[in-house]
Nanobody, 121 residues
Framework: VQLQASGGGLVQAGGSLRLSCVASGKAYGMGWFRQAAGREREFVASASWSGATTYYAESVKGRFTISRDNDKNTVYLQMNGLKPEDTAVYYC??????????????????WGQGTLVTVSS
């Protein structure tokens, strides 16, 4: 299984970015995590295999939206209202079974390479 994330960049506070992650293989739950410099990796958002069920960290609720297009093997993270504290390397991840906790990084055996999001104040 291979995952390729893209869409990161530099944006001013209040701006928007859309991250994309193309993943090979069968559709399973997928998630986005992030890691800021000097901090541990944290959960951002995830979606069930169909996209019908989504989960968000409290810090991004109402600002970020996760979606997926299984015909394109792609999951998206639309990020609006970006804040400097959103600055981090964002990673997409993919599960390999159903019925697991999609908010825990331990549930995801497959990870993309990360894409850097920098939000300036």
């Amino acid at each position: 299984v291979q995952l390729q994330a893209s869409g990161g960049g530099l944006v001013q506070a209040g701006g928007s970015l859309r991250l994309s992650c193309v993943a090979s293989g069968k559709a399973y739950g997928m998630g986005w995590f992030r890691q800021a410099a000097g901090r541990e990796r944290e959960f951002v958002a995830s979606a069930s295999w169909s996209g019908a069920t989504t989960y968000y960290a409290e810090s991004v609720k109402g600002r970020f939206t996760i979606s997926r297009d299984n015909d394109k093997n792609t999951v998206y993270l639309q990020m609006n209202g970006l804040k400097p504290e959103d600055t981090a390397v964002y990673y997409c991840a993919k599960a390999k079974v159903y019925g697991i906790d999609l908010t825990q990084d331990a549930s995801f055996p497959y990870w993309g390479q990360g894409t850097l999001v920098t939000v300036s104040s």
